[in-house]
């Protein structure tokens, strides 16, 4: 079985990591700039080569045509609807640091991911842009809107996706289809944890979580603390049985009566994708905000092995090809 290679930067606390893995990627380098992010990664996976440093500082030209897979989550301030929408005015604006990296390792395809508002009218220009600047280096990209509850995950989250591959390839890539894995509710996925502790309110509380949450927000270091989001979250989230004010630092107690219990970071952690031996590192703010900010595992998975199928179907194509000119050519000699 072949092996694919990538390079991620804006790893975070891992989410399109271990969807990449899952889909079948060796990551050459994961590059994130928090520590305790880093930290978060190191923990879950020795073995990964993490790089603690500004995107804007570092170089992967050591990788030139070695990658198959450029990826990165790149931050969403610039493009949220929860901030002031600068777009390339937001000097935290990383698209044009990731197309660098991109024509610095010349990788077959190309993954970025980011909040629904990049893909706004008021926008349309700058997307536009960077397809032309994919373009001119030898891809072929498109923008599309994935909902992560489309994926097996227990929430919306709608992430705007990029996805550019060289023009060779590009014909055979397909967007992964919706709906393939079936819906996951909040009380299906967070049941066994609520009952961790023996609450005997577990199955009861189950019944009434039966829906899909809202988004997640992880919140900046600026604003925003260790809760699940505005006053309309909020209301979305206690219509599923959840208090959004802030977070637990454990499950319900055996004996704690029915109420409206608070997620645990392990618990919102589960709500983002991320498998339950996943570890967040540091404390209940900080490591709630780097499962908040991720990018939800089972929702990279399904694009990374669209990417995989594409490269495999081009292979097949391209083997058939020269054996097809291979037999012309014998029977020409004949």
């Not at 092996?3 to 271990?18: D, K, W």
């Not at 930290?39 to 030209?61: M, S, Y």
């Not at 490269?311 to 020409?332: D, F, I, P």
């Amino acid at each position: 079985m072949s092996t694919y290679t990538s390079i991620e930067i804006c790893a975070g606390a891992g989410g399109q990591a271990l969807g990449l893995e899952d889909a079948g990627f060796e990551h050459l380098a994961l590059v994130e700039i928090e520590p305790l992010a880093c930290q978060t990664l190191r923990h879950n996976r020795p073995a990964w080569n993490v790089i603690n440093e500004d995107v804007k500082k570092i170089n992967v030209e050591a990788y030139k045509d070695q990658v198959d897979l450029f990826a990165g989550g790149v931050p969403c301030p610039p493009f949220s609807v929860a901030g002031k929408q600068l777009g390339k005015d937001d000097d935290r604006d990383l698209f044009p640091e990731a197309l660098r990296l991109v024509k610095e390792c010349n990788p077959k395809a190309v993954l970025l991911e980011n909040v629904k508002g990049l893909l706004d009218p008021k926008f349309k220009s700058y997307r536009e842009v960077i397809l032309e600047e994919l373009d001119k280096m030898g891809y072929e990209g498109s923008w599309r809107v994935l909902n992560s509850s489309d994926f097996g995950v227990p929430q919306l989250r709608p992430r705007a996706i990029l996805v550019a591959l060289k023009k060779q390839y590009s014909p055979f890539f397909h967007w992964p289809e919706a709906g393939l894995i079936p819906k996951k509710t909040v009380g299906d996925v967070l049941f066994e944890e609520m009952k961790s502790a023996g609450w005997a309110h577990a199955d009861e509380w189950r019944k009434a979580a039966s829906g899909i949450a809202p988004t997640l927000v992880g919140g900046s270091k600026k604003h925003g603390g260790a809760d699940l989001g505005p006053t309309r979250a909020k209301k979305a989230w206690a219509l599923l049985g959840v208090d959004g004010h802030g977070l637990a630092n454990n499950p319900p107690a055996a004996d704690a009566t029915f109420y409206m219990p608070k997620l645990t970071v392990e618990m919102a952690a589960l709500i983002q994708g991320f498998p339950q031996d996943w570890h967040i590192v540091g404390k209940k703010t900080p490591a709630y905000r780097q499962v908040g900010n991720a990018f939800p595992p089972p929702v990279a998975s399904a694009v990374g092995k669209s990417i995989i199928a594409a490269l495999e179907a081009y292979s097949l194509n391209h083997h058939s090809t020269c054996q097809k000119h291979q037999k012309e050519q014998e029977l020409k000699l004949s």
